[in-house]
C-alpha cells in the first residue's frame, strides 16, 4: 500500500459528460500528481500542484482542470468527455516539489462510452 | 520531444536467474532517474532511483545502472521470483523537473 488514495476504482460514463476524480496524498506529502495512462500513450504528465499551488503543467487538455484543497487532497475534473479520454488515471504525491520518489495511487479506471 | 525507451518488449526469465532490464534515455540533461514496478491492475511501484552524480546504486535484491556516456539505464533484479511479474518503467527527470516515463518492459518469469 502506497498510502495514497484514490477515488472511484471505476467510473463509467457518457460522452459530453463531467466527472471528478479525486486523490488523497501520503500523509506528509506536499505535492500531488495527476497522470493519464492508456495502452498507446503509456504515462503522461498531466499537472502538479505543490502545496496548493499549481506547479507544472504536461499535456493536460483544456477540458481537464486539477485543484489541491488545504487539506492536500486533490480532485481532477474532466468534462465533455470523449471516448478517447477512456484512460487509467493516476494520483502520486511526493513528500517535495522536485520530481523524486513519486508514490502512486491505484489508479481510476476511467471508461466513456 | 523527449522520450525515454518507447518501447514494451518482453523479457522471459527462468525463476531463481538474475533479470536485466534496459532503458535508453535520450536527454543528456537530465539528472534523477527511477524505476517502478506496475503488477496488473495496480499503480506504479517505487524501486530504487539514482541520481546522474551516482553510476551505481544498489537496494534490496535490485540494483540500478547508470551508462551517462551512452545515456543507458539498467535494472538488474537478483534471483528473480514469480512475484516479480510484472511491467518496469524507467523515467528520467529532466528540464523543468518533469518525470518523463518510457514505454515499458514486461517481465515475465517462467516456473
Known amino acids: 500500500d502506497s498510502g495514497v488514495t484514490q477515488t472511484p476504482k471505476h467510473l463509467i460514463t457518457a460522452t459530453g459528460q463531467r466527472v471528478t476524480l479525486r486523490c488523497s496524498p501520503r500523509?506528509?506529502?506536499?505535492?500531488v500528481y495527476w497522470y493519464q495512462q492508456s495502452l498507446d500513450q503509456g504515462l503522461q504528465f498531466l499537472i502538479q500542484y505543490y502545496n496548493g499551488e499549481e506547479r507544472a503543467k504536461g499535456n493536460i487538455l483544456e477540458r481537464f482542470s486539477a485543484q489541491q484543497f488545504p487539506d492536500l487532497h486533490s480532485e481532477l475534473n474532466l468534462s465533455s468527455l470523449e471516448l478517447g479520454d477512456s484512460a487509467l488515471y493516476f494520483c502520486?504525491?511526493?513528500?517535495?516539489?522536485?520530481?523524486?520518489?513519486?508514490?502512486f495511487g491505484s489508479g481510476t479506471q476511467l471508461s466513456v462510452l | 520531444g523527449e522520450s525515454v525507451g518507447l518501447h514494451l518488449p518482453t523479457l522471459s526469465v527462468q525463476e531463481g536467474d538474475n533479470s536485466i532490464i534496459n532503458c535508453a534515455y535520450s536527454n543528456s540533461a537530465s539528472d534523477y532517474f527511477i524505476w517502478y514496478k506496475q503488477e496488473s491492475g495496480k499503480g506504479p511501484q517505487f524501486i530504487i532511483d539514482i541520481r546522474s552524480n551516482m553510476d551505481k546504486r544498489q537496494g534490496q535484491r535490485v540494483t540500478v545502472l547508470l551508462n551517462k556516456t551512452v545515456k543507458h539505464l539498467s535494472l538488474q533484479i537478483a534471483a528473480t521470483q514469480p512475484g516479480d511479474s510484472a511491467v518496469y518503467f524507467c523515467a528520467e527527470r529532466a528540464a523543468g523537473n518533469k518525470l518523463t516515463f518510457g514505454g515499458g518492459t514486461r517481465v515475465l518469469v517462467k516456473p
Open positions: 500523509s506528509g506529502d506536499l505535492s
Open positions: 502520486a504525491s511526493s513528500a517535495t516539489a522536485t520530481n523524486e520518489k513519486l508514490f
